[in-house]
């Protein structure tokens, strides 16, 4: 009965914003998750005590791999139906998989390239590149992980205070967020475009044309949309309450998937607008 009010209750709250929630499914992880994704196939990546299994979304198949030389897996990267990245903080290397999982030629050491202390990646949706942020110089970096290359940086994105959160490429631009609750935007040549003030944004993510933020209280994801009238401004927000107490650690959007991490389980929804 509790569960089917849960379903209810989220269906309820997106109905409100003329929006419709439907569960997908619930993977439930034997092993504390580390991390995990969505990729644009609709495959769920979760990342546990350096093992990632890759499972199809609505679907039985799977596939199981153990990187023990990689070390400790802070984050995947989709990167096409091919190709993901596997990125250790720890080591300081990123692996490529296909899509079985199979690592394929040798590890990326970003220490090659003059970073020092890398602590985030993500994709970019041109082939071989990846954005990096060094923690050491505070530096933005659009990296070209084939040829060991760093196309364009820039540094002292931090100030006083205000430390990096995470980033993410959405149609041909970069957004990263610092812990002050304020999101920089830049271009390809990481010319700074815009800037937002999210408030008590911890974690975002992107839907139809809106971002999507997880509240400071991790019980709440908020919405806004992303043009700009003005170079900075603090947004009109829409609220998906979640009315299930229990906190959200995680979230993903991927497409019309809705992935919500609540410890060791991941719920993921399809989004009908």
């Not at 991390?35 to 350096?50: F, H, M, P, Y």
């Not at 040829?147 to 006083?160: A, P, Y």
Request: with cysteine; glycine share 4%.
């Amino acid at each position: 009965m509790k569960f089917i009010l849960l379903i209810l209750s989220w269906t309820l709250c997106f109905l409100v914003y003329s929006q419709e929630l439907t569960l997908v499914e619930t993977y439930l992880s034997p092993t504390p998750i580390d991390t995990w994704t969505i990729d644009g196939q609709q495959n769920l990546l979760v990342v546990s005590e350096n093992n990632i299994q890759k499972k199809v979304i609505k679907g039985e198949r799977r596939f199981n791999q153990t990187f023990k030389s990689l070390g400790n897996i802070q984050s995947i990267a989709p990167i096409n139906a091919m190709k993901t990245l596997l990125f250790s903080d720890v080591q300081q290397s990123i692996a490529i998989v296909d899509n079985t999982l199979t690592q394929q030629g040798e590890l990326v050491d970003l220490g090659e390239l003059g970073f020092s202390t890398v602590v985030s990646i993500c994709a970019s949706n041109r082939p071989n590149l990846i954005w990096v942020f060094d923690q050491f110089r505070s530096s933005l970096n659009l990296v070209d992980f084939q040829k060991s290359q760093i196309l364009q940086s820039i540094q002292n994105v931090e100030t006083k205070g205000n430390s990096f959160v995470e980033l993410k490429e959405y149609q041909d631009h970069l957004y990263v967020l610092f812990s002050n609750g304020m999101m920089n935007r830049y271009d390809f040549l990481l010319n700074l475009s815009g800037s937002y003030d999210l408030e008590n944004c911890r974690a975002f993510g992107f839907w139809n044309q809106q971002i999507v933020c997880l509240d400071a209280n991790a019980s709440s994801l908020r919405f806004v949309l992303l043009e700009m009238k003005t170079n900075q401004r603090i947004p009109d927000w829409h609220t998906l309450e979640i009315l299930n107490k229990t906190p959200i650690t995680s979230f993903i959007i991927q497409g019309n998937l809705l992935g919500i991490q609540k410890g060791d389980e991941i719920s993921i929804f399809s989004i009908k607008y």
